[in-house]
């Protein structure tokens, strides 16, 4: 069974630009969630999908958005980039809406310069 | 919010000791999960143990739900043992938090 794939795994993006990240959960998993891992703040929740309906957001601005297809992947756009959007994005799956265990994929990095 | 505590942030063993990782929980929590980061970031899974005791070779994990806390042993540890350990905790469905890390170093 493949596990959680994460899309760039690279990235280097200039100030003010925007990026799009992807995931693809563990088939048959509903649940997606992402994380954003900085040095500074470790690792922060930004948002969870579950059968594509936006279930729970962190505290982080609205330049964060995301989204959930019908197939359980999702999306995550970061529009007009900052120096401090520098970081391991990550993105988890998990097969149930709650009381379960979620799974990790391997993280996109992503630059701003 | 939960709050999360890991203790210690930085540890240094020789090879072969054993170590025991601390993480409090300031709530009650429906999910806990121990978690290795390996070097090239990904977070891989140890134990998801909201409650009770699991053991897998050389690792263990108690969480006693009632006292809000989790304890992560290592025995007989190795230099691939190495790396930040995580203790991420949910009470809201899906909605991980995280402890700050303990960074072990395993010495040869």
């Known amino acids: 069974k493949a596990g959680v794939t994460q899309t760039p795994r690279y990235l280097i993006k200039t100030r003010g630009q925007q990026v799009t990240l992807s995931c693809s959960p563990i088939?048959?998993?509903?649940?997606v969630s992402w994380y954003q891992q900085t040095p500074g703040q470790g690792l922060q929740f930004l948002f969870e999908?579950?059968?594509?309906?936006?279930?729970n957001k962190g505290n982080f601005p609205g330049r964060f958005s995301g989204r959930q297809f019908s197939n359980s992947r999702s999306e995550m756009n970061v529009s007009t980039l900052e120096l401090g959007d520098s970081a391991l994005y990550l993105c988890?799956?998990?097969?149930?809406?709650?009381?379960?265990?979620?799974?990790f994929g391997q993280g996109t990095r992503l630059t701003v310069v | 919010g939960i709050q999360v505590e890991q203790s210690p942030p930085d540890l240094i063993l020789q090879e072969g000791a054993n170590s025991t990782l601390r993480c409090n929980f300031s709530d009650s929590v429906n999910n806990l999960q121990w978690f290795h980061q390996n070097p090239w970031g990904q977070l891989i899974n140890l134990f998801y143990?909201?409650?009770g005791t699991k053991q897998n070779g050389r690792l263990s994990a108690t969480t006693v739900a009632t006292e809000r806390y989790s304890l992560l042993y290592i025995s007989s540890s190795q230099t691939t043992d190495s790396g930040v350990y995580f203790c991420a905790v949910d009470n809201a469905g899906n909605m991980l938090t995280f402890g700050g890390g303990t960074r072990l170093m395993v010495k040869p």
């Open positions: 088939s048959g998993h509903r649940s």
């Open positions: 988890a799956s998990s097969s149930l809406p709650m009381n379960t265990e979620a799974f």
């Open positions: 999908y579950f059968s594509e309906t936006q279930r």
């Open positions: 143990i909201p409650s």
